[in-house]
């Protein structure tokens, strides 16, 4: 049986004069300093580079291509893997990465063929060679630069160019009579014709946001039919450009240890304007932060709040928008109770703030004292109801010592009363990390970290009352997976979806779906199993997208053992996985906790707790494509 998780010591004597001084200094900061990342390239612009090896970006509206710096190096084509920009150097056999800044190239490493184009898919990067009967078509590696032969792709020499971007790989043939649209099959390598383009000579192109767009030598822009190959006018570039890509995943902040936070362990929460919000677990004056992260050019960074001592600190959990528009969220622990926790609640100032960052101001909700009423909150969303009650849980305390979800009531002159819903017993289940969610009928639902058989449980508590609790599933760290450290989703049809952190027939945690059969009877149904180490599985609560997708993270499975970002698609009673995109535990940062957002666009975003250029964590972005 695996223990509770182990969490730092962070309890220790308090200096109170360093205290103040440290909260004077933040206040300080806050009126004075803005956090910023470097930019980059914005939704409508992507990078490309010349013949001549001169780098920039192109604007996918105007035709506008602005330069950043000239290596002087001719590249076969560009191709974006990850937060990165490579590119085959043309005749030649070296494999590039692309400084987004200025253009200069660093060296990657070798292939076993002299590249005629190159390009990539969100998947992988590519690259072709002439032979005798042809193109052949190339994987290559990013570490390394080495190739791996796919097969023949069938086509002649001819003025040619291939994609980068989007989930299929394209290719242009123009042999003297125009320019033909291809897809090529990334395991076979064989071309599919899909139709004349219409236009002479296509040198580049670029899937993003679902639209194929293509550059001719002539210097013009189009956006070919992915169906019919059919070109449409969209600007004048009047450059030649070899090459376009733009990477699907970017750091949009580096936590530095300081008034921004560190070490996040929660995702954000996104408003309507496409802000985000989180929280860090450490920073500020060292006790965790709340922060803004601005949808504007460069994504500004706010610090919202810094923990000071007995109004909560080291956040775990996210921070959400309650009914009145403002933030609430949990901490763990308090200096004045020991290591129980608070809920907390933040808004803006009251009047209209001129500075250039604008604090929030924190009010404690409810200060757990560890006994019957339940301590330590740990990385759960709040839920409200209708009345602007809040749910959650506690990961110990309650009169089993094993947890409580709990009620905070909203008084008519103000304030909360908690009121204990349940309290786990530890056959029922024991440790809850995650929050609750209602269903249709308000009864509630949520997940255990262990407890039940001693690896974790799902359940449910029935309404009236949520005094009797239905135990959904019992793991067995098997098969099956265990320890449960997400939430639940529902889908349309009232099926759960969850995960488990560990085990599985990979060793790495699963993602599952219950089906309910009958009151307090469902089936579970394994739909994925991640390869992986023990405790590396998914520890934040799933996202389903319209389409019936499923998106999360895992904090230490993927390529590099370090986590990914992962997509799994229903297609004909089965899930197809997808790795979206593999940490490398170094600038882009490593072991995300958290939970993925989308936006309107379904570009998504969340956090990795460390990592980062100075290795305290990073908030990120991931582009739909």
Same mark, same amino acid.
């Given at each position: 049986?695996?223990?509770?998780?182990?969490?730092?010591?962070?309890?220790?004597?308090?200096?109170?004069?360093?205290?103040?001084?440290?909260?004077?200094?933040?206040?300080?900061?806050?009126?004075?300093?803005?956090?910023?990342?470097?930019?980059?390239?914005?939704?409508?612009?992507?990078?490309?580079?010349?013949?001549?090896?001169?780098?920039?970006?192109?604007?996918?509206?105007?035709?506008?291509?602005?330069?950043?710096?000239?290596?002087?190096?001719?590249?076969?084509?560009?191709?974006?893997?990850?937060?990165?920009?490579?590119g085959g150097v043309d005749?030649?056999?070296?494999?590039?990465?692309?400084?987004?800044?200025?253009?200069?190239?660093?060296?990657?490493?070798?292939?076993?063929?002299?590249?005629?184009?190159?390009?990539?898919?969100?998947?992988?990067?590519?690259?072709?060679s002439f032979a005798s009967?042809?193109?052949?078509?190339?994987?290559?590696?990013?570490?390394?630069?080495?190739?791996?032969?796919?097969?023949?792709?069938?086509?002649?020499?001819?003025?040619?160019?291939?994609?980068?971007?989007?989930?299929?790989?394209?290719?242009?043939?123009?042999?003297?009579?125009?320019?033909?649209?291809?897809?090529?099959?990334?395991?076979?390598?064989?071309?599919?014709?899909?139709?004349?383009?219409?236009?002479?000579?296509?040198?580049?192109?670029?899937?993003?946001?679902?639209?194929?767009?293509?550059?001719?030598?002539?210097?013009?822009?189009?956006?070919?039919?992915?169906?019919?190959?059919?070109?449409?006018?969209?600007?004048?570039?009047?450059?030649?450009?070899?090459?376009?890509?733009?990477?699907?995943?970017?750091?949009?902040?580096?936590?530095?240890?300081?008034?921004?936070?560190?070490?996040?362990?929660?995702?954000?929460?996104?408003?309507?304007?496409?802000?985000?919000?989180?929280?860090?677990?450490?920073?500020?004056?060292?006790?965790?932060?709340?922060?803004?992260?601005?949808?504007?050019?460069?994504?500004?960074?706010?610090?919202?709040?810094?923990?000071?001592?007995?109004?909560?600190?080291?956040?775990?959990?996210?921070?959400?928008?309650?009914?009145?528009?403002?933030?609430?969220?949990?901490?763990?622990?308090?200096?004045?109770?020991?290591?129980?926790?608070?809920?907390?609640?933040?808004?803006?100032?009251?009047?209209?703030?001129?500075?250039?960052?604008?604090?929030?101001?924190?009010?404690?909700?409810?200060?757990?004292?560890?006994?019957?009423?339940?301590?330590?909150?740990?990385?759960?969303? #709040?839920? &409200? *109801? @209708?009345?602007?009650?809040?749910? /959650?849980? !506690?990961?110990?305390? =309650?009169? +089993?010592?094993? $947890?409580? %979800?709990?009620?905070?009531?909203?008084?008519?002159?103000?304030?909360?009363?908690?009121?204990?819903?349940?309290?786990?017993?530890?056959?029922?289940?024991?440790?809850?990390?995650?929050?609750?969610?209602?269903?249709?009928?308000?009864?509630?639902?949520?997940?255990?970290?262990?407890?039940?058989?001693?690896?974790?449980?799902?359940?449910?508590?029935?309404?009236?009352?949520?005094?009797?609790?239905?135990?959904?599933?019992?793991?067995?760290?098997?098969?099956?997976?265990?320890?449960?450290?997400?939430? #639940?989703? &529902? *889908? @349309?049809?009232?099926?759960?979806? /969850?995960? !488990?952190?560990?085990? =599985?027939? +990979?060793?790495? $945690?699963? %993602?599952?779906e219950l089906t309910q059969?009958?009151?307090?009877?469902?089936?579970?149904?394994?739909?994925?199993?991640?390869?992986?180490?023990?405790?590396?599985?998914?520890?934040?609560?799933?996202?389903?997208?319209?389409?019936?997708?499923?998106?999360?993270?895992?904090?230490?499975?993927?390529?590099?053992?370090?986590?990914?970002?992962?997509?799994?698609?229903?297609?004909?009673?089965?899930?197809?996985?997808?790795?979206?995109?593999?940490?490398?535990?170094?600038?882009?940062?490593?072991?995300?906790?958290?939970?993925?957002?989308?936006?309107?666009?379904?570009?998504?975003?969340?956090?990795?707790?460390?990592? +980062?250029?100075? $290795?305290?964590?990073?908030?990120?972005?991931?582009?739909?494509?």
């Amino acid at each position: 049986m695996r223990s509770q998780r182990n969490r730092p010591s962070r309890i220790f004597k308090i200096n109170r004069r360093a205290l103040t001084i440290a909260l004077v200094l933040t206040l300080l900061f806050a009126l004075i300093a803005v956090i910023t990342p470097a930019a980059t390239a914005q939704s409508n612009t992507v990078y490309a580079i010349t013949e001549a090896g001169v780098f920039g970006t192109l604007n996918l509206t105007s035709g506008a291509f602005t330069e950043l710096g000239n290596s002087g190096v001719t590249l076969a084509g560009l191709g974006a893997f990850g937060g990165a920009v490579y590119g085959g150097v043309d005749n030649g056999s070296t494999l590039y990465q692309v400084n987004l800044s200025n253009g200069n190239l660093t060296g990657i490493g070798a292939a076993s063929f002299n590249y005629a184009d190159f390009g990539s898919t969100t998947s992988s990067l590519y690259g072709t060679s002439f032979a005798s009967n042809g193109h052949n078509l190339y994987s290559i590696n990013a570490g390394n630069g080495s190739a791996t032969l796919i097969g023949p792709i069938g086509l002649p020499a001819c003025y040619c160019a291939m994609s980068s971007g989007g989930s299929t790989l394209y290719f242009a043939s123009d042999t003297g009579s125009g320019s033909v649209l291809y897809s090529l099959n990334t395991t076979t390598g064989a071309a599919t014709p899909i139709g004349n383009t219409g236009v002479n000579e296509i040198d580049s192109m670029i899937v993003t946001s679902g639209v194929l767009y293509a550059n001719t030598v002539a210097g013009a822009l189009y956006t070919l039919n992915t169906s019919t190959g059919t070109a449409t006018f969209v600007a004048n570039t009047r450059v030649d450009l070899w090459g376009m890509a733009l990477p699907t995943f970017s750091v949009i902040h580096n936590f530095t240890g300081g008034q921004d936070g560190a070490n996040p362990e929660a995702g954000v929460t996104l408003d309507r304007a496409g802000n985000l919000y989180g929280t860090a677990s450490g920073g500020g004056i060292g006790l965790g932060t709340v922060y803004e992260v601005k949808n504007k050019p460069g994504w500004p960074f706010n610090p919202l709040y810094s923990f000071i001592s007995g109004d909560g600190t080291y956040p775990e959990s996210r921070v959400i928008f309650g009914p009145n528009g403002t933030l609430y969220g949990t901490t763990p622990a308090t200096y004045l109770n020991g290591y129980f926790g608070t809920v907390f609640n933040l808004r803006p100032l009251p009047s209209v703030c001129k500075t250039v960052l604008c604090p929030w101001t924190e009010t404690v909700l409810y200060t757990f004292q560890g006994g019957a009423d339940g301590g330590i909150p740990a990385y759960g969303d #709040l839920l &409200f *109801d @209708q009345a602007g009650n809040i749910y /959650g849980t !506690t990961s110990s305390g =309650g009169s +089993g010592g094993n $947890g409580v %979800v709990y009620e905070l009531i909203a008084e008519p002159g103000g304030g909360y009363k908690e009121s204990v819903l349940y309290a786990f017993s530890g056959s029922d289940g024991s440790t809850p990390y995650s929050g609750v969610i209602f269903d249709d009928s308000s009864n509630l639902y949520g997940t255990t970290y262990e407890g039940g058989l001693g690896n974790g449980t799902v359940f449910e508590l029935l309404y009236p009352g949520w005094a009797q609790e239905c135990t959904l599933n019992n793991f067995r760290n098997g098969s099956d997976g265990g320890y449960l450290a997400a939430g #639940l989703i &529902f *889908d @349309q049809s009232g099926n759960l979806y /969850g995960a !488990t952190t560990n085990a =599985g027939k +990979g060793g790495g $945690g699963t %993602v599952f779906e219950l089906t309910q059969n009958a009151p307090c009877s469902w089936t579970l149904t394994t739909l994925y199993n991640f390869t992986g180490a023990a405790s590396c599985g998914p520890w934040g609560t799933l996202l389903m997208d319209g389409n019936g997708n499923l998106y999360g993270t895992t904090k230490c499975d993927g390529a590099n053992n370090k986590g990914n970002i992962w997509e799994l698609t229903p297609s004909n009673g089965s899930w197809i996985y997808t790795s979206l995109y593999d940490f490398t535990g170094g600038d882009d940062g490593g072991n995300p906790i958290s939970n993925v957002v989308m936006d309107k666009s379904g570009n998504l975003y969340g956090t990795a707790s460390i990592g +980062g250029t100075q $290795g305290v964590g990073v908030v990120w972005e991931l582009k739909k494509n």
